[in-house]
Nanobody, 121 residues
Framework: QVQLVESGGGLVQAGGSLRLSCAAS????????MGWYRQAPGKQREMVAL???????NYADSVKGRFTISSASAKNTVYLQMNSLKPEDTALYYC???????????????WGQGTQVTVSS
């Protein structure tokens, strides 16, 4: 059973920084991509940043230049460094992973439980 466990959320003042971590555990053949999504109250969930196994990345326009996604493949972990945080970054942040379980199973999509990020003005 694959699990994604997030950490690093919290309360920070505008202009501050936070780093989120997400570790994938369980029996896996390969992790094809990992990313971060967020959902603010009353809004749809949106992609924040994505990193693929080859190292290519994608970012939402709203976070380009402020957020950086990286991974430690040996640890099956993805990080999101968030700088120059704004009140509009306040949301529940979810880790997402596209994982192949074996040569015959997958890929499947997995979600973490979410970690709250609150940015005060």
């Amino acid at each position: 059973q694959v699990q994604l466990v997030e950490s690093g959320g919290g309360l920070v003042q505008a202009g501050g920084s936070l780093r989120l971590s997400c570790a994938a555990s369980g029996s896996m053949f390969s992790i094809n991509a990992m990313g971060w999504y967020r959902q603010a109250p009353g809004k749809q969930r949106e992609m924040v940043a994505l990193i693929r196994s080859g190292g290519s990345t994608n970012y939402a326009d709203s976070v380009k230049g402020r957020f950086t996604i990286s991974s430690a493949s040996a640890k099956n972990t993805v990080y999101l460094q968030m700088n120059s945080l704004k009140p509009e970054d306040t949301a529940l942040y979810y880790c997402n992973a596209d994982i192949t379980l074996s040569a015959r199973w997958g890929p499947y999509n997995y979600w973490g439980q979410g970690t709250q990020v609150t940015v005060s003005s």
